[in-house]
């Protein structure tokens, strides 16, 4: 489309993509660039320490690093103890700078390799949430990301009660999501692109529109959640193509990178709404009776599920582990 009828469509009645999604899916950016969120203009946003580590290679971004460098260096810790402050106050530094564009929530996470940590998820979730209430920031406004294991939910659950809004990650099954539901979390993101990944390398085969095995999770999900009337959100995550968010389009929120917001903002084809929570409410669901054996055991069960989540603590640890180097070299240790 050329840019003349895209400025005439845009001038006219006719929305692109990611203004009709918004209509009835609060969009959320998958971005620690502040640039990429004023753009396009989202309810909340997510970061995780890869996507902060990215940011502060950003010449526009390395200043915010120095800045806590400079401030925390003052402290009396030393070591791991340093790193791990300095680190802490990074994520919040950057949550606070993108609090000041969103007009909702920002969701920081813990440390991944606190994932069958439940007391450690706990006092690092406390922490994050001090940081940021010593910043004036509200905890209303705050997620805190854990993986979602049986002691990464039991952390969020007691959190919740001392009202410390959870934002459950790594999720690729039900079982995992009605654990959730019941533990009465805030939000949930089902991941739908490593789901499509899986099948698609497990089958030799691509999936495309309904039929793809991320899109039906989130689905199944999003049904079970309104059939039985629980309150916790369902933010669809992890998105290969623009395809998969056109087919949870009405989901409560999708979180989105840049490029995708992108290329939805340059399309003014029609979105129509493809989940609903009066037509999940009338279909014959039955429910998942969970305590933590059969927890375990239908986790075990799914072989997706379970290795996508191992994976996905894997690859966040390690995103934690480059980040502290990257301090620790600037620390000049």
Known sequence: MSTAIAEEKKAGTKLNQLEQLKKFTKVVADTADFESIKEFKPQDATTNPSLVYAATQKKQYAHLLDEVLTDRKRSSLSGAAQIEDICDHLLVQFGCDILEIVPGRVSTET????SFDMEGSIKK???????YEERKISRERILIKIASTWEGIKAAEELQKEGIKCNLTLMFSLPQAVRCAEAKVQLIS????????W???ENKRDYSGPEDPGVQSVQEIYTYYKKFGYTTEVMGASFRNVGQIIELAGCDALTISPELMKELSESYEPVERKLDPGKAKQTDVQRLELDERKFRWLLNE???ATEKTAEGIRKFAADVVKLEKFVAN????
Do not use: E, H, S
Request: proline letters at 3%; aromatic letters at 10%; a positive charge.
């Open 111 to 114: 440390d991944a390799r606190l």
């Open 125 to 131: 979730a406390r922490q994050l949430i001090k940081l």
């Open 190 to 197: 089902p991941f739908v692109g490593r789901i499509y990944d």
């Open 199 to 201: 099948y698609r390398k």
């Open 302 to 304: 799914n072989a997706m």
């Open 330 to 333: 600037k620390l000049g240790k």
